[in-house]
């Protein structure tokens, strides 16, 4: 049809004195966006067709070129924003359900910048992590409560299968068919090298990677893709995969123009066909039933591997994670709603969900009123965003951290938000292959290991700042932390004061 | 262990530096008849079109003979070798003793029998430096220049000085220019551009008789001139090896040690007949990559390793006002031409191989890969022939070659 | 002696390294004068079909065809690296004929050219190196 409700969000800005018309940004731009006129000698472009990806931008080796949100918009509306009104259009010309990719864009509190550090000063001396030893070493899993001793009085020194972590931040899952192989094998080399772990996701593990083994995680979603014994005792820890920040609720989704062969065969499921994981676990449907599934899997690993639960952050979620504590689970890893996906229906990924900043505080209160909380390690995710967010995660009470955005933006991502179309410009979430060649996993894995290990430095640097030189000694410790513009409920439920307080 | 080369060009450098890779302390002694620093005589004709100069046109820099150690004896002529003493006498009277001999003799101008040919007072070959610098102070602006031979020599010949004459014109009993190397599409091709560059080209036809300044030709032509320059064809500096009981054909016999049928007596360069190794058979050929090569085999197995030349074949590059002509083997077979507009490509296929190719104007672009599918008889059926003979890239060979190729240590 | 290689893995045929070699071999210090409307004439070129690519310069031999083909002797090898002295090439193209590799090509003034490793130029580093978004073009000794 000849008309045209939506204007093309963003515009492709040329400077032609710097062009040297070297055609880079036409050749590497999956969505045609750029192409050449022999005729004029010049790269002419279609702004209908730009995601913003940045690819074109960061190899134009002039800088000639950059991105510009386009100002065309609507009459200003401060309740009918030009978004919500184009969601309109797009669900009046489709009839579908709106599907979006990585975390919620909405415009909601982030509390970790509503919360401030401590630093130690004259009273109690800071730490110089350049002289003194830090230790950012943890370990995940169940803790015994009692001391226990032999018939000959010794103590019995064997604990329950834990994860141990050099430093308290591991690679969230991202399924195979969601990101690509070469994507896989960045996260798996760099966990190896940190001594960190990446999780599988709900695709399954490669046959390739297999020989990380000792530093993976292997998920057990609803859809059960790739779940076979192998599978099972590859990985050093086993995730059950209960709910997912992004998109409480509901199954992952991998349209079907992503699985190929070699998706197929690790996923093993046919080629071709949308794969929808359902929403439950068609075998869960009670805590019991939960339990069930948790001690099944340590038979079939003979208790070597801790059992990790992961949950949405969602309004009773403190409840939850009560139970699960109960059920033999080792770890429970909650999600918050700006977590990202591959892909989910839009309005499930801005309006489903808790912040994880909430749901940690009050999930670490709950455990410990109910004198459990060590049963169960607690690994948080969605959105964090820096060593500062990092430290005040811990100080909320958690174990270590989960990131995955946060990842991928080291490998290259520039947050387009398009990764559902399969044509990620940067070989991220793709499976076309000479997309996937972009991402080197030689550079990958140096890149995520470079931001890890800067991350490591700056915890070290607060850390010692606050005086404190082992993470064990900031787990929970809300006295490091105080809010900033919070209301007399936010600063209850997170259990922190209030600056000046 | 001395070292004694005759000659003083490209095979003797050859011979020189892989000497001194292996062997720094045996004396190396050069005898050239020459008067000048080693140079390469294929330059003579840049030299006269000003593209390049005396100095600059020295093969190596003037601290070579210095840096490698070797004894200088120019403007000196070998006359005899007696393989029994192993000495050389040379015409100052003096006796040059040898363990391990290199003659790199090259070739001289072969001066056909032309009547009154004596009469002729600016007459001239066009080999060696002298030549050119000799032709030099006689041509003038009028000068109307009569060239002898359309060969690689005498075609150069005539762009060197084109600038400096009135007139040139080229005579040559083939029916067609280059027939040695090129075919008859090629011969056309090069003959219009020198003729669209001034130079009058007349074949199928020879010089019967000089009367003063006129040339009568067979035809019945007669050709007015003021310079003439004889450019017929070369002959190989045998004598030597010849006289002292050498095996000798066209030219001096070789191994493919490079080695003649005289012990510790080598062979190199334009004065030598090897195997040609596409076609297995005897052949003289005088190219300047194959004179070094061979230089450089001679000199390797003088100094005591084991070393073998068997990739020789004839391949010229040439160029005529722009016009690049690239050859190579042997035209036999089927082939396979595709025309472009300022020349074409012509590659010869037999039993499965590439044995020959011809290229002019734009398609001699990376001519090496062809020329090493024939060097290295390479099996069509392991490459992607379609692809390579569209144009020559090293995606034709096999995933495994190319990393084998380009990825490998050295 | 550490060489230019080239990944066929991991090039993605996006040309950068001919950009970036004909900037460094121009003698401007802006790369947008030394290449805006012009048509390049790199060291190294990319080969692509069918999905395949990658770029193919000198690979400075230890026995070097075209040093030894060089009628001139314009073309020498020092410590392995093998340069051009351009005064003395006199364009006879024996060098394009002898190179196995195809590395050797005319510039703009008719005599040859080809990688030398950025050593002639200001740039130090092969420029093709640094250019590349994905390594797949390596510096080392093999």
Redesign the interface.
């Known amino acids: 049809m000849g008309i045209n409700y939506l204007y093309p969000d963003f515009e492709v800005h040329r400077d032609r004195e710097k062009c040297i018309t070297c055609r880079v940004c036409e050749r590497q731009c999956a969505n045609e966006v750029h192409s050449y006129d022999a005729e004029s000698n010049r790269m002419v472009s279609d702004d209908t067709k730009c995601v913003n990806c940045h690819r074109c931008v960061s190899l134009c080796p002039t800088h000639a070129l950059k991105i510009v949100k386009t100002n065309h918009g609507f009459k200003d509306n401060a309740n009918w924003k030009g978004d919500v009104i184009q969601d309109i259009y797009r669900q009046a010309d489709s009839g579908g359900v709106l599907l979006a990719s990585m975390g919620t864009p909405k415009d909601y509190p982030v509390y970790w910048d509503k919360m401030l550090i401590n630093a130690s000063q004259v009273t109690n001396p800071s730490i110089d992590p350049l002289r003194e030893p830090m230790e950012t070493k943890t370990f995940l899993g169940q803790k015994s409560s009692k001391i226990r001793r032999d018939e000959n009085g010794k103590l019995i020194t064997k604990t329950d299968p834990q994860l141990a972590l050099n430093i308290p931040i591991m690679f969230s899952a991202m399924s195979y068919g969601s990101i690509s192989y070469n994507a896989h094998k960045s996260l798996a080399l760099a966990a190896q090298k940190l001594g960190i772990f990446y999780n599988t996701g709900e695709g399954g593990l490669h046959e390739d990677f297999y020989q990380y083994g000792k530093n993976t995680i292997v998920q057990v979603a609803s859809g059960r893709f790739g779940v076979h014994p192998e599978y099972l005792n590859a990985g050093a820890a086993i995730e059950i995969k209960m709910g997912q920040g992004a998109k409480p609720g509901i199954g992952g989704h991998l349209p079907g123009s992503k699985i190929g062969e070699d998706i197929s065969k690790t996923r093993m499921i046919p080629e071709h066909a949308d794969a929808i994981s359902p929403a439950p676990h068609h075998d869960i449907y009670s805590i019991e039933d939960l339990r069930q599934l948790v001690y099944t899997l340590k038979e079939a690993t003979a208790y070597t591997k801790p059992i990790i639960v992961k949950v949405a952050a969602v309004h009773n979620i403190s409840a939850i994670a009560s139970g699960i504590a109960r059920s033999g689970a080792d770890i429970i890893a909650i999600d918050g709603f700006r977590g990202g996906t591959g892909a989910a229906p839009a309005r499930t990924r801005d309006n489903v969900g808790i912040p994880i900043e909430l749901a940690l505080a009050s999930v670490d209160t709950r455990l410990r009123q109910e004198g459990i909380r060590n049963n169960v390690s607690l690994v948080v995710g969605g959105s964090i965003r820096s060593s500062a967010d990092v430290i005040k995660a811990i100080a909320l009470g958690a174990d270590a951290i989960y990131i995955a955005t946060s990842a991928l933006l080291a490998l290259g991502c520039h947050l387009c938000r398009t990764c559902q179309s399969g044509k990620c410009n940067w070989g991220i979430a793709t499976q076309r292959p000479e997309l996937v060649k972009r991402l080197n996993p030689e550079v990958g894995s140096e890149r995520l290991v470079n931001l890890i290990t800067a991350w490591n430095h700056e915890i070290k640097e607060m850390m010692g700042g606050m005086g404190i030189n082992s993470i064990e000694a900031l787990r929970g410790n809300r006295l490091m932390l105080r809010g900033i513009g919070l209301n007399e409920t936010e600063l209850q439920i997170l259990g922190i004061a209030h600056a000046g307080q | 262990m001395h070292y004694v080369i005759v000659g003083n060009s490209i095979a003797s450098v050859?011979c020189i530096e892989s000497i001194r890779k292996i062997d720094q302390t045996g004396t190396i002694s050069v005898i050239g008849d020459e008067p000048h620093p080693c140079y390469?005589r294929?330059?003579i004709s840049?030299l006269l079109e000003n593209?390049?100069t005396e100095e600059?046109?020295?093969?190596?820099n003037d601290a070579f003979y210095e840096q490698n150690n070797v004894k200088l004896m120019l403007g000196k002529r070998v006359q005899a070798i007696n393989t029994e003493t192993k000495q050389l006498s040379i015409d100052d009277g003096s006796l040059v003793d040898y363990d391990k001999l290199l003659i790199a003799t090259g070739s001289c101008p072969f001066i056909p029998p032309m009547k009154n040919l004596e009469s002729v007072k600016n007459r001239f070959t066009f080999m060696t430096l002298d030549d050119a610098k000799n032709l030099e102070k006689v041509l003038t602006k009028e000068s109307r220049v009569l060239i002898i031979g359309a060969g690689l020599i005498g075609l150069k010949c005539a762009e060197g000085i084109r600038d400096r004459v009135k007139t040139i014109t080229v005579v040559d009993l083939a029916s067609r220019v280059l027939v040695s190397i090129l075919d008859e599409a090629g011969s056309s091709l090069v003959e219009k551009k020198l003729i669209s560059e001034g130079i009058t080209c007349i074949l199928g036809d020879s010089v019967k008789e000089f009367v003063n300044s006129d040339a009568l030709l067979t035809s019945g032509r007669v050709v007015g001139f003021d310079v003439l320059v004889l450019a017929v064809g070369v002959r190989p500096n045998v004598s030597l090896v010849k006289e002292a009981g050498g095996e000798v054909n066209r030219a001096i016999l070789i191994d493919e040690t490079c080695q003649t049928s005289l012990a510790d007596v080598y062979a190199a360069g334009d004065c030598s007949e090897s195997i040609d190794c596409i076609t297995n058979e005897r052949k003289v050929l005088a190219i300047?990559?194959n004179a070094?090569?061979q230089g450089?085999t001679a000199g390797r197995n003088m100094a005591g390793e084991d070393a073998f030349f068997d990739k020789a074949m004839a391949?010229?590059?040439?160029?005529f006002f722009g016009l690049?002509v690239?050859t190579?083997g042997i035209y036999q077979g089927s082939d396979k031409l595709f025309t472009t507009e300022s020349g074409y490509k012509r590659l010869f296929v037999q039993d499965g191989k590439l044995v020959g190719y011809i290229l002019i104007g734009d398609t001699?672009?990376?001519?090496?890969?062809y020329?090493?599918l024939v060097r290295n008889k390479t099996d069509l059926a392991t490459i992607d022939f379609d692809?390579i003979s569209e144009e020559?890239?090293?995606?034709a060979f096999a995933?495994k070659e190319?990393?084998h190729?380009?990825?490998?240590?050295? | 002696m550490k060489r230019v290689y080239v990944n066929e893995q991991w090039c993605l045929g996006c040309h950068l390294c001919e950009y970036y070699c004909a900037y460094a071999n121009s003698g401007q210090e802006s790369m947008v004068k030394a290449l805006k409307d012009r048509t390049i004439n790199p060291r190294i070129k990319v080969e692509e079909k069918n999905g395949i690519s990658f770029a193919v310069n000198c690979r400075h031999c230890n026995e070097p065809l075209c040093v030894k083909s060089c009628i001139a002797g314009a073309l020498s090898q020092v410590d392995g690296l093998i340069v051009i002295d351009a005064s003395k090439c006199v364009g006879c193209y024996s060098c394009i004929m002898a190179c196995p590799y195809g590395a050797l090509m005319p510039n703009e003034e008719g005599v040859m050219q080809k990688c030398e490793l950025c050593t002639t130029n200001t740039h130090g580093k092969p420029a093709c190196v640094q250019g590349c978004p994905n390594k797949a073009i390596v510096f080392e000794e093999r």
């Open positions: 050859g390469s294929p330059l840049y593209k390049t600059k046109m020295t093969y190596r300047l990559p070094y090569m450089e391949m010229n590059a040439i160029g690049h690239i190579a001699i672009n990376r001519a090496g890969i020329t090493s692809l020559p890239l090293l995606m995933k190319r990393a190729k380009l990825g490998d240590a050295q």
